[in-house]
């Protein structure tokens, strides 16, 4: 079992910048991180993710040269850095864990492949 607590959501303004948190108990051993956001109304969509190694990183199109996503191993907490955001970037963001080890864009991109799932915290980016 692991256990995700999401972290670092807030209101910002266009062209402004946030870090999320990610900090995960429990079994978390070889797993891959991923990063989601779901707006009102819309299907939750991948944003970005990040291999158990570190080494490895998938971001949507829509979040490339903007998010990075990292992570720390030994606080068992991974980040997503979110410069020049923009009002359509507002959303709920969720981290998640991947039990297995995949390089495959369409297992890491689908939501149903995560096997545990932060709270989520708003992000709100104001034009």
């Known amino acids: 079992q692991a256990h995700l607590v999401e972290s670092g959501g807030g209101l910002v303004q266009a062209g402004g910048s946030l870090r999320l948190s990610c900090a995960a108990s429990?079994?978390?051993?070889?797993?891959?991180m991923g990063w989601f956001r779901q707006a009102p109304g819309k299907e939750r969509e991948f944003v970005a993710s990040?291999?158990?190694?570190?080494?490895?990183?998938i971001y949507a199109d829509s979040v490339k040269g903007r998010f990075t996503t990292s992570k720390d191993k030994a606080k068992s907490t991974a980040y997503l850095q979110m410069n020049n955001l923009r009002p359509e970037d507002t959303a709920v963001y969720y981290c998640?864990?991947?039990?297995?080890?995949?390089?495959?864009?369409?297992?890491?991109?689908?939501?149903?492949?995560?096997?545990?799932w932060g709270q989520g915290t708003q992000v709100t980016v104001s034009s």
């Open positions: 990040i291999s158990w190694s570190g080494g490895n990183t």
């Open positions: 429990g079994r978390t051993f070889g797993y891959t």
């Open positions: 998640a864990a991947l039990a297995i080890t995949s390089s495959s864009a369409q297992v890491l991109g689908n939501p149903k492949s995560y096997n545990y």
